[in-house]
């Protein structure tokens, strides 16, 4: 394998050198990167080895393939991307200064329309060029690694698939990590644009992978709607940015909002035109429908409607987090408007509150999971609004491990239960045979998630975010809200643990486990069926029909996968102890990318010679009870997350004896409105529904009978006066002709009239 | 010659496809497409994209000595791609009906290859009796393919086709006229000359309710053939019924004929009064967007989603156009290519359902997917296509209006603003045109939810069939496999191809097109500076009269 893996990075290396040169060549043009030194042309390499592997998936699926062979294709492809995507990380930080540096491949949009004012040439130039800093390769290196990880993940849990589903699933994984590389490499917003519609087209392709099953569709659909939604906003906002800054490179805009920066951060917003205050409220309604915030939100608890594999990769670490990446990219515009971070702070904390509700009363785990992602992703975007950057990239770091880990261990579950996701279904799996490195990775999992102290990197990242609410003055309120948030966090999180994992062991397999009626059906079995395949592969599956299931435990690939992502999580609180000047690892990442924002009240680090923001206007950094919230924010949130776990063990271990009934369920009564409330997701969809679709729905049905009566019936009357005169003119034939004929006339009337007309002149 | 010799071959093939027995009429009507497609690709290598000549392949001769009428044809790079696009078409739309045209073939044909000479001829034409005449000489052949070759109710719709459009196109040929009789009554003391470029420059003379006056009528034909929201409502039936070569001719090239007529006659002809008209017109653009869309998703007959849905597209078209800039009018040209090119796919698309299953209603078809993968792996990428994602054809143009229209706001004079351009349409009405990419994708993900994912549904009682079970029912077509063939997949392939080339490298057409938008964009700018006063009347001198008309180089589009 890395033979191949060698062959193709010599090959595509000679490609990405030989597009590199020809660009630049063919582009020595004024604007085309800026003053920026040009990357090394092996960056090209990570958006074109996906591209390959796309292309070979889809040659698999045309040369009918019913091997694994896709899945080794995307691994290797990926792989060897993530290798490139550590090569860029090393330029990136090894040379002296951290300069952003821009890898050109070759020309997209190059419109020019005459020069400006001081002789500035007026174009529109957005190129498939890679802008590289820190926080370009910090987000590449997750996504390029968990890619490759899943990938492995995948080949086993879609082995039931194989054929031309397995090849389009891995064609669409292939095509997700290129979409995601242009979104967070691209130089310029219109790249971004790409990738954030080709994420957003992935995303669609494969939560519908089951097409079959109609919820899948809607689910797809669904998808696809709410962010272009989103996209609306962030395209709006492109346009903006694009005729008030006559550019949409990253080069040249983070110079051109300087004076704009400056302003801000002396408290002069009146100063600073509405247009530029404006723009980060558009990109943030963009960020909200790509990360599933409110009102955005609803459309990522229904993508669990995709395979596992698409859930862990694309709606929990990658994906769902290019809205933080946007804000983070754009700080410096977001600090231009004095409206918008405090709006991405509060929505953040609200949906965080809101999805943490919603996820305590659910009972399926994988939308128990997706929850939690909406409830994490608002602590990002608070970590955003209340202006810590490094806090929210390193909770981005950090959940995308645990959060794929946690992902992939129900998936698990999932796999080898015949689709079971209840947890009153499901007990004490951990202790089952075969079942021992699952139940210790769900646990790391969940104790990361949960911010369990000092053992997890999840602890850290949290506390960075929880911190920085209490500091920046304003934002205390969103530090309680995000403080109760964490415990109700570790409650869920551990409710599913004690509920799936520890307690007593018994099962009831999900549908899919029956589902295998029609042997017959192999070629286009039906979707859920194919798990029950892969029950064929491991030797478990005989007997679906009759009621003697065995749970089949996950074979080498899973299991790899799933420890080392346990021990990545894990690892990734060094991240937190190297660089202390930097706030870690991350924060070093952070501050030498655009993203880079000194968090107020945090100046006591020394490494930054800019002054503190003072977006509070001068005001005091906030405490917590009169402490400094960075010293004493590791006790409070370590106490707030056990007593959340001692809850969910109460609750829903102690005592324990059946899978389907707890402690919690005498609870469950008590609460009354609140829990049904609750459990119907705050009914928002239906909300949506009464409000939006039918009304629109409606509306459409309406226009459509206007169109065809009003519209339609002038234009017929009108014909008809033609017609009829025909007719009346000459029975037994063809209206059309004297029509015709009647036309031919009126031309000529009106060219006589103007004939007339001339000749009076 | 060049250009005479695209329109001739054409005719030629279907003289011979007349004359000779019906079972050679395929193959010669391939050959009467393939081979103008081939003199096509040799004049677009000729051409000279880069140094921004005005006209390349420039003939004329005389045609109606008294009144100036001349044969002159030319081409600028607007007139080329559009002729490449009909020249890419022709071959798909004679291959695509191999198998749906199966009596009275060499009518069928005949008369495709007629229509095609005469779209050639309209985007070829530099006289404005000779576009006239090709412009309504496309009637014809499209009135006989969907009255003898469509679906139910055909009769009905191709008479509507025809009136309506013909109709509104007389009311063109007035504007013309007037705009020839000023011409010779004003300027050349008594000479009469219908060249374009002749007119375009007499026109700027006329004064401002002139030029409103010639505007709408100009319009009038233009805007029905467009079609602008309300004058739309031909287009759905016509689509519905004609035969799948005459929907892909319709969207692809008979529809651009109305945005070219725009872009060519009416904007250059009367700029102030375009540019004075653009704030109504760019509503009814936008009603177009936004109402079509929302039809569009209450369809239950595929034909009319899409047919509708070119409704919307189309407003993004005119859209651009009014944005009177750069980036504006570049989007909207290209927009007029990709759209012939995925609505044109799309309807091939659709036709091949319809070969199969008789139907194209979404209440009896659906979950295609499982028993026709590629041909819903065709589906879904030109659906993405058509939709506008980011990375195909329909993403650079629709995006490209957009901004154009975004772009183009008389309130962005605050020299704080760096790209700003003069202009009557601004973000609100492009925010509100931008609903419209929401509403594509409710109405083309409708479709695709039903037809191509789901459970398997196929009209007959076949439901949740085993697909790969013998005797599926369509015997009669026995000769169509399950999915598609190869002649099917080679009809597809160029579209996506272009498609995808025009989606990542549109570069080298933006550049083409860098010359002739200049021009427009000029002179609608210089209308705007005379603040709606008429250009000085040149001084008559009896005798010096453009006479080169063809090689003539039009004012303002050098």
């Known amino acids: ?761 | 010659m060049t250009l005479g010799l695209l329109i001739l071959i054409p005719l030629l093939a279907a003289a011979l496809v007349a004359a000779l027995p019906a079972a050679r009429a395929r193959g010669t009507a391939l050959a009467g497409t393939l081979v103008p497609l081939a003199g096509v690709i040799v004049a677009a290598w000729r051409f000279p994209w880069a140094t921004g000549e005005a006209e390349a392949y420039a003939w004329s001769a005389e045609w109606v000595r008294g009144l100036g009428v001349r044969l002159s044809l030319g081409a600028d790079a607007v007139s080329m791609l559009l002729i490449m696009l009909t020249a890419l078409l022709g071959p798909i739309c004679v291959a695509g009906s191999f198998t749906a045209v199966r009596e009275r073939e060499r009518t069928f044909y005949g008369w495709l290859l007629v229509l095609q000479a005469a779209m050639t001829g309209v985007f070829a034409a530099r006289d404005a009796v000779l576009f006239y005449v090709f412009f309504e000489f496309t009637l014809i052949p499209m009135y006989v393919l969907i009255s003898r070759f469509g679906s139910t109710n055909r009769k009905a719709a191709a008479t509507k086709f025809f009136l309506y459009t013909f109709t509104g196109s007389v009311i063109t040929l007035a504007g013309v006229a007037y705009v020839a009789w000023f011409h010779q009554a004003r300027i050349s003391a008594g000479v009469w000359s219908f060249d374009l470029a002749t007119l375009t420059r007499a026109a700027l003379s006329m004064s401002a309710s002139e030029q409103r006056w010639v505007f709408l009528a100009l319009l009038a034909g233009f805007a029905v053939k467009v079609p602008l929201f309300p004058l739309h409502t031909w287009l759905p039936l016509a689509h519905t019924e004609a035969p799948t070569a005459g929907s892909v001719v319709l969207a692809g090239v008979l529809l651009k004929l109305g945005t070219y007529g725009i872009y060519m006659i009416a904007i250059p002809f009367c700029p102030g009064a375009a540019s004075a008209l653009a704030p109504g017109l760019s509503v009814l653009a936008v009603l177009g967007i936004l109402v079509a869309g929302l039809v569009c998703w209450v369809q239950t007959d595929v034909k009319k989603l899409v047919a509708y849905s070119s409704v919307a597209h189309l407003g993004f078209c005119v859209l651009g156009l009014l944005a009177f800039n750069t980036i504006g009018v570049t989007g909207s040209i290209l927009y007029m290519i990709n759209h012939g090119l995925s609505t044109g796919a799309l309807f091939l698309c659709i036709g091949m359902i319809y070969e199969r299953y008789h139907t194209r209603s979404m209440k009896e078809l659906g979950g295609l997917a499982r028993v026709m993968p590629v041909w819903a792996t065709f589906m879904v990428f030109f659906s993405m296509a058509s939709v506008g994602l980011p990375g195909l054809n329909g993403f650079v143009s629709e995006f490209m209006c957009l901004m154009g229209s975004f772009q183009a706001w008389s309130a962005w004079k605050d020299s704080s603003v760096l790209a700003g351009t003069p202009g009557e349409l601004g973000p609100y009405v492009t925010a509100l045109a931008g609903v419209g990419m929401i509403v594509a994708a409710m109405y083309i993900l409708m479709m695709v939810g039903n037809v191509v994912w789901g459970p398997l549904k196929e009209p007959g009682g076949h439901e949740d069939h085993h697909p790969d079970a013998a005797g599926h029912g369509h015997g009669a077509h026995g000769a169509l496999p399950k999915d598609l063939s190869a002649r099917e997949i080679g009809v597809l392939l160029p579209l996506a191809a272009a498609c995808v080339f025009l989606g990542v490298y549109p570069k080298p057409v933006m550049r083409a097109l860098e010359r002739p938008v200049e021009g427009l964009v000029r002179s609608v700018q210089e209308a705007r500076e005379r603040g709606g006063q008429p250009r000085p009347l040149p001084v008559p001198r009896a005798g010096e009269v453009d006479r080169q008309s063809g090689a003539g180089v039009r004012e303002g589009r050098q």
Request: proline share 5%.
């Open chain 1, 1 to 761: 394998m890395s033979d191949v893996t060698t062959g193709i990075l010599t090959a595509l290396g000679g490609v990405g050198t030989l597009a590199a040169s020809g660009g630049d060549a063919a582009a020595h043009a004024p604007a085309s990167g800026g003053a920026l030194p040009a990357a090394s042309p092996l960056v090209l390499l990570i958006p074109l080895l996906p591209l390959l592997g796309c292309v070979l998936c889809g040659l698999c699926a045309a040369a009918g393939v019913r091997t694994k062979l896709p899945a080794w294709l995307t691994v290797a492809c990926l792989g060897a991307a993530f290798v490139a995507a550590l090569k860029m990380l090393g330029d990136a930080t090894g040379g002296p200064g951290t300069h952003a540096t821009i890898a050109h491949a070759f020309d997209w949009f190059r419109i020019e329309w005459g020069k400006g004012p001081g002789g500035v040439s007026r174009e529109l130039v957005a190129n498939f060029s890679f802008y590289v800093d820190t926080l370009t390769c910090l987000w590449m290196l997750f996504v390029t690694g968990l890619a490759t990880l899943i990938g492995l993940y995948a080949s086993e849990y879609m082995a039931g698939e194989r054929g031309p589903g397995y090849c389009r699933f891995f064609a669409a994984f292939n095509l997700f990590v290129l979409s995601m590389s242009c979104l967070v490499m691209g130089d310029n917003l219109l790249l971004l644009y790409l990738g954030w519609e080709g994420v957003g087209l992935c995303s669609y392709l494969l939560i519908g992978y089951f097409y079959q099953k109609p919820s899948a569709v809607a689910a797809a659909k669904k998808a696809f709607i709410m962010n272009r939604i989103g996209d609306l906003g962030l395209a709006l906002g492109i346009m903006l940015t694009f005729v008030k800054f006559g550019t949409v490179e990253y080069a040249e805009l983070f110079e051109r909002i300087r004076p704009f920066v400056e302003l801000a951060r002396h408290g002069r917003f009146d100063e600073i035109p509405f247009s530029v205050q404006l723009i980060p409220l558009l990109f943030t309604v963009g960020a909200f429908g790509k990360s599933a915030q409110l009102p955005l939100y609803v459309w990522l608890p229904d993508a669990m409607e995709g395979p596992t594999p698409v859930s862990a990769l694309i709606h929990a670490a990658t994906m769902v987090t290019a809205g933080v990446y946007l804000v983070a990219r754009f700080i410096p515009f977001y600090v231009c408007s004095d409206l918008a971070l405090p709006v991405v702070a509060w929505v953040g904390t609200l949906t965080a509150l809101t999805a943490a509700t919603i996820g305590m009363a659910q009972f399926d785990i994988k939308r128990i999971m997706a929850y939690s992602t909406v409830s994490q992703l608002g602590y990002m975007f608070a970590g955003l609004g209340v202006l810590t950057s490094t806090g929210a990239a390193f909770h981005v770091f950090t959940h995308a491990f645990f959060k794929a880990l946690l992902f992939l261990s129900c998936g698990a579950v999932m796999h080898g239960f015949g689709g079971q996701l209840d947890l009153r279904k499901l007990s004490g799996v951990r202790k089952m045979p075969g079942w021992g490195i699952v139940g210790v990775c769900m646990l790391v999992g969940c104790l990361n998630l949960s911010g369990f102290p000092l053992l997890t990197s999840g602890f850290f990242s949290k506390d960075m975010i929880l911190a920085q609410a209490f500091t920046t003055p304003g934002f205390a309120a969103i530090g309680w809200i995000l403080l109760l948030t964490a415990g109700l966090t570790a409650y869920y999180t551990f409710r599913v643990y004690f509920r799936v994992f520890e307690g007593p062991s018994q099962f009831e397999p999900g549908d899919e486990a029956h589902a295998h009626a029609d042997p017959g059906d192999q070629a286009h079995a039906h979707a859920p069926a194919g798990h029950a395949h892969g029950g064929h592969e491991h030797g478990h599956g005989q007997g679906h029909g009759d009621g003697h299931f065995h749970p089949h435990a996950p074979g080498w690939a899973i299991n790899t996968v799933l420890a080392v992502l346990a021990v990545c999580s894990t690892a990734a609180i060094g991240a937190y102890f190297i660089d202390r000047d930097h706030h870690g690892w991350v924060g070093r990442m952070v501050d030498s990318s655009t993203a880079a924002w000194e968090a107020p009240g945090a100046g006591h680090s020394g490494a930054h010679a800019e002054p503190p923001a003072e977006t509070g206007h001068g005001a005091a950094p906030g405490t917590f009870l009169g402490m400094d919230p960075h010293a004493v924010m590791y006790y409070v949130s370590a106490v707030v997350a056990l007593v959340g776990i001692g809850a969910a063990w109460w609750l829903h271990l102690a005592g324990r004896t059946a899978a389907a009934t707890s402690r919690a369920d005498g609870l469950l009564a008590a609460a009354g409105p609140v829990a049904r409330g609750a459990q119907g997701k705050w009914f928002v969809d239906e909300v949506y529904d009464a409000l939006v679709v039918t009304p629109l729905w409606v509306l459409a049905h309406v226009f459509h009978l206007l169109d065809k009566l009003l519209i339609d019936g002038l234009v017929n009357l009108a014909g008809w006066v033609p017609r009829g005169a025909g007719r009346t003119a000459s029975t037994g034939q063809n209206g059309l002709l004297h029509s015709y004929a009647l036309g031919m006339a009126g031309g000529l009337a009106i060219v006589l009239v103007v004939a007339l007309f001339m000749v009076k002149n």
